[in-house]
């Protein structure tokens, strides 16, 4: 195994780390941009810096991506990727469902000769992932970062709630180690009786999300009146609850931008006429825009953690948030934002209200939110993930 670890790094960190190979069992990759994409891009980061290995396995992309040189990338830092049969997601075809065997998984896994398997948001493909990896007697870390359950109702099948959960149940009962991002998400599956939980949060930029990126320019072209700038930033899908913002829409004196794409796109746009759409950003555009944002609001009550939080905080963007799931340990409320409420459409208009129209306060709010992301590293977090992978393999060899 070819696994060189730099010697300038052991130095400043005070280690000599053995070489680890990963195997990522990830249910999305790119060009699919989504949380869970850019978590294992950090962990491929990560591992690429500290000089580890890795391997990722993914659904394969749609021919027609393929054949305008918009598929699944062969390689990322150097690292294989390795695609497995996939068909749309039906309802959202840019979401690619694997199709592939345990078998075939298992044959993947043992000619890469993996130490331990990473299952990235496991559901389709992490089982399968698990499954073969138990069959090789594989370590598993599994990370809980999308709650598909609660998607059911979203997308009118509400009757599949149990049966979903009751997978998710399965899959990370049967992981060495499940790792979720936040204590809402901890104590979740602690009352489904899955044990061995860790807290893994995430990190956050700081160099990228800075009040620096302020745009005047941008602020300029979409508020030319001077209008407060209120903003989303996510997947226009029915589980961000996106439409919720129509509980904004006439506020006076303000201005509605929205940032990315999905399939309810068109939808939105209807709705929300007088909002600006940007359609998806990423890199230093996103970072310039949100910087350029005087609040932030994520309405959607199924996260897990909620990345774009700690990036609008990390520009200096008090929030707004739905009091459930991950806002709750990212939001102090009264103090770097306001939480309200799942479903409560008066008390969002009312906390926003609370900041447009209050200056002083905005701003108050706007610095306590930049101080409260300082020092959350992804290098930390990666360091994080290192030390779970070494447990989880120190716990197999001891059986």
């Not at 390795?82 to 959202?92: D, G, I």
């Not at 559901?123 to 999308?146: D, H, K, M, S």
């Not at 209120?230 to 919720?244: F, H, M, P, T, W």
């Not at 008390?347 to 200056?359: G, N, P």
């Amino acid at each position: 195994m070819n696994c060189p670890s730099p010697i300038y790094l052991d130095v400043i960190l005070g280690r000599h780390p053995e070489c680890v190979k990963v195997a990522i069992v990830a249910e999305s990759f790119l060009p699919h941009f989504n949380g869970v994409t850019n978590s294992i891009l950090k962990t491929l980061d990560h591992l690429a810096l500290t000089g580890h290995d890795a391997v990722v396995i993914t659904p394969a992309g749609s021919l027609a991506g393929e054949l305008t040189g918009h598929g699944v990338p062969s390689h990322y830092r150097g690292f294989r990727i390795h695609t497995v049969p996939s068909m749309p997601l039906a309802s959202y075809p840019e979401v690619r469902l694997a199709t592939t065997s345990v078998g075939r998984l298992r044959k993947i896994l043992a000619r890469e000769r993996v130490d331990v398997v990473h299952l990235a948001s496991p559901f389709i493909l992490g089982w399968q992932g698990l499954r073969a990896a138990q069959e090789l007697n594989l370590p598993t870390v599994a990370l809980y970062q999308t709650e598909v359950p609660n998607y059911a109702s979203r997308y009118k099948m509400p009757w599949l709630t149990q049966r979903l959960w009751d997978h998710v149940h399965a899959i990370h009962s049967a992981a060495d180690v499940t790792l979720v991002p936040s204590t809402f998400s901890f104590q979740q599956l602690k009352n489904l009786g899955i044990d061995r939980l860790r807290i893994s949060g995430r990190g956050v930029d700081t160099l990228q999300f800075t009040p620096k990126r302020r745009s005047e320019h941008f602020r300029d072209a979409i508020a030319p009146n001077g209008e407060v700038v209120i903003g989303y930033v996510g997947r226009l899908a029915a589980e961000k609850q996106v439409a919720d913002l129509r509980a904004l829409a006439d506020l006076k004196d303000t201005k509605l931008v929205i940032v990315g794409s999905g399939p309810l796109e068109a939808e939105l746009r209807a709705l929300l006429p007088q909002a600006h759409f940007t359609g998806f950003l990423s890199g230093d555009r996103l970072a310039e825009v949100m910087a350029s944002m005087d609040v932030f609001v994520h309405p959607g009550a199924s996260e897990t953690f909620c990345q774009t939080i700690q990036e609008a905080m990390a520009c200096g963007v008090p929030v707004v948030a739905v009091g459930r799931g991950g806002p709750l340990d990212l939001v102090d409320s009264s103090r770097t934002g306001w939480l309200y409420q799942p479903g409560n459409l008066t008390e969002l208009r009312s906390r926003v209200s609370d900041l447009v129209y209050d200056d002083a306060k905005r701003l108050a709010f706007a610095s306590a939110a930049l101080r409260s992301v300082q020092g959350r590293s992804w290098f930390n977090i990666g360091e994080q993930l290192l030390g779970h992978y070494q447990e989880v393999q120190t716990a197999r060899i001891s059986r």
